[in-house]
């Protein structure tokens, strides 16, 4: 059983940025897909970033250009760099990762954008 534990999580200005961490507790070199999700008070769930096994990425519309994702085998850590957050990206952020027979998800961190 893999776990999964996210960081870099706080309080930060609009324009601002943070790095969130998802540091996993085996490697994570068999994990194909990797995700990050977040979810604001009162709204679903959405997807934020993708990254595929084949380097290939994929974003939502609303932070393309701002954030990128990105994996770190060596450290068993998938990251998500976000610059220029806005009030909007305030949200509870989960990190996802997929693999053949598995499924695993991170507690959550909160990110919230406020000046």
């Known amino acids: 059983q893999v776990q999964l534990v996210e960081s870099g999580g706080g309080l930060v200005q609009p324009g601002g940025s943070l790095r969130l961490s998802c540091a996993a507790s085996?490697?994570?070199?068999?994990?194909?897909?990797m995700r990050w999700y977040r979810q604001a008070p009162g709204k679903e769930r959405e997807q934020v970033a993708t990254?595929?096994?084949?380097?290939?990425?994929y974003y939502r519309d609303s932070v393309k250009g701002r954030f990128t994702i990105s994996r770190d085998n060596a450290r068993n850590t998938m990251y998500l760099q976000m610059n220029s957050l806005k009030p909007d990206d305030t949200a509870v952020y989960y990190c996802n990762m997929k693999k053949q027979f598995g499924d695993y998800w991170g507690q959550g961190t909160q990110v919230t954008v406020s000046s």
């Open positions: 990254l595929f096994s084949n380097g290939n990425t």
């Open positions: 085996g490697s994570i070199l068999s994990f194909n897909v």
